[in-house]
Nanobody, 115 residues
């Protein structure tokens, strides 16, 4: 199984980015997909989760309507749409997938939000 995350970059505060995570190597119909982030010197933090078959979605408390997780079944891809970005959103963002526990992780994509 391979996960490829992309879409990170440098954006000004208030801006938007869309992260993508493409998975290959097996089917993920019953799996859970998640986005996490880790800022320098900080612990990894849960951002959002989507269940592939039901579409049930959960967000970390800090998201407060700014981020949206979605999926494209035809492309085996999960997205994280991030709006109203803040400097404190600066982190490496990781996607992960698993049957409940997150077994597989992508390499991360860096998001930098300037003030």
């Amino acid at each position: 199984v391979q996960l490829q995350a992309s879409g990170g970059g440098l954006v000004q505060a208030g801006g938007s980015l869309r992260l993508s995570c493409v998975a290959s190597g097996r089917t993920f119909d019953t799996y859970v997909w998640g986005w996490f982030r880790q800022a320098p010197g900080m612990e990894r933090e849960f951002v959002a989760q989507i269940k592939w078959n039901s579409g049930a979605i959960y967000y970390g408390d800090f998201v407060k309507g700014r981020f949206t997780i979605s999926r494209d079944n035809t492309k085996n891809t999960v997205y994280l749409h991030m709006n109203s970005l803040k400097p404190e959103d600066t982190a490496v963002y990781f996607c992960a997938v698993g049957p409940g526990d997150y077994l597989y992780w992508g390499q991360g994509t860096l998001v930098t939000v300037s003030s």
